[in-house]
């Protein structure tokens, strides 16, 4: 599965973004799927993730009550409300190697390529 993880972009403080999930060749009904994040010097994050069927989700501290995760038949996507400069960073997709995924980005196969989103102050 080739995920492509797009919508990002320059955004004010206090703003939203809404990011989309696709997957190529191969669709990824049947797994779970996260969204992490990596900003310039930092580690990846874990920022949410939804289980196969979006019964089950999960965010990361940082975010919780701000973003939300859903998913339809064909796309994956991260609402992300009250954005913060600290939200800057590449946001990626990855599909679980199960019907869950976890915190963990080693329970995370088929990543893509990431999307930009940039909080200004």
């Known amino acids: 599965v080739q995920l492509q993880a797009s919508g990002g972009g320059l955004v004010q403080a206090g703003g939203s973004l809404r990011l989309s999930c696709s997957a190529s060749?191969?669709?990824?009904?049947?797994?779970?799927v996260g969204w992490f994040r990596q900003a310039p010097g930092k580690e990846r994050e874990f920022v949410a993730g939804?289980?196969?069927?979006?019964?089950s989700t999960l965010y990361g501290d940082s975010v919780k009550g701000r973003f939300t995760i859903s998913r339809d038949n064909a796309k994956v996507y991260l609402q992300m409300n009250s954005l913060k400069p600290e939200d800057t960073a590449v946001y990626y997709c990855?599909?679980?190697?199960?019907?869950?995924?976890?915190?963990?980005?080693?329970?995370?196969?088929?990543w893509g390529q990431g999307t930009l989103v940039t909080v200004s102050s």
């Open positions: 990855a599909a679980a190697r199960g019907a869950y995924g976890s915190r963990s980005s080693s329970d995370f196969r088929s």
């Open positions: 060749r191969r669709t990824f009904s049947n797994n779970g």
């Open positions: 939804i289980s196969w069927n979006g019964g």
